[in-house]
């Protein structure tokens, strides 16, 4: 650096051995690397991060998106591989609860996917009593935390705690009938177009059954009282 002249000017560079002073071992013998024997070891080397991502994408059918959260962190991608054969069905299922509850609860606690008590298999049983509406979506979300605090299983809670979805017509009948009764205001408002509060009710009567209602049939009781 001359400082007069405000000028950084390169002199010398260190290109070689002589240059580093560096000093062959001599009692060390080379050693010739053939292709086959770097095959084989590569070949026992684990799938890594950016295989593993483009495997998810073409065997699952994961947006790439997806593809990259999941494979992340090791064993979030071995959880991930697990629940889905346990569960059997559709693999981005899987993925969308594991991305937005399974993680979220991972990250609030500190712990990592094989740390938690929320097994594979329990998340398959969650996503399997959901399909067959044995529990509602939000009733399932709410059985991770539980899982984890726990340790039991999604079925054992659902039957010791009362969880299981209310599909009987009659009961969730009679509470939308209630609901119009008490809201005789929005009734008329329904009536007169404001067909859009048909969510509003519908969130009366899963509130009013603690979210064990069938969402759907709860939608369609209540949209026949009201247009009856």
Same mark, same amino acid.
């Given at each position: ?21 560096? =000093?062959?071992?001599?009692?060390? $013998? %080379?050693? !010739?690397?053939? @292709? ?7 070949? #026992? ?10 495997? =998810?994408i073409?065997?699952?059918? $994961? %947006?790439? !998106?997806?593809? @990259?959260?999941l ?5 979030? #991608? ?24 399974v ?14 008590r929320l ?36 079925a ?58 069938d ?14």
């Amino acid at each position: 650096w001359d400082d007069a002249k405000k000028r950084l000017t390169g002199m010398r560079s260190k290109e070689t051995d002589a240059d580093y002073r560096y =000093f062959r071992e001599p009692d060390l $013998l %080379p050693i !010739y690397l053939d @292709e086959a024997w770097k095959q084989r070891i590569l070949a #026992s080397f684990p799938e890594l991060p950016l295989q593993r991502r483009q495997r =998810f994408i073409a065997e699952y059918q $994961l %947006p790439e !998106y997806d593809a @990259e959260v999941l494979t992340s962190e090791r064993s979030l #991608s071995e959880y991930f591989e697990s629940a889905v054969k346990a569960y059997g069905g559709d693999p981005k299922k899987v993925s969308n609860i594991l991305m937005n509850d399974v993680l979220r609860m991972l990250n609030d606690r500190g712990i990592s996917a094989e740390q938690t008590r929320l097994q594979p298999a329990f998340l398959a049983e969650i996503l399997k009593m959901v399909d067959a509406r044995t529990i509602n979506l939000n009733t399932g979300k709410k059985l991770i935390t539980k899982v984890e605090e726990t340790g039991k299983s999604p079925a054992d809670l659902v039957k010791e705690e009362g969880l299981g979805q209310v599909s009987d017509d009659s009961e969730i009948r009679k509470a939308c009938a209630e609901i119009m009764v008490a809201n005789p205001g929005e009734v008329e408002s329904y009536k007169a177009g404001k067909e859009s509060l048909i969510g509003w009710f519908v969130g009366q009567v899963m509130r009013s059954m603690r979210g064990k209602a069938d969402p759907q049939l709860a939608r369609a009781i209540m949209e026949e009282l009201l247009k009856s």
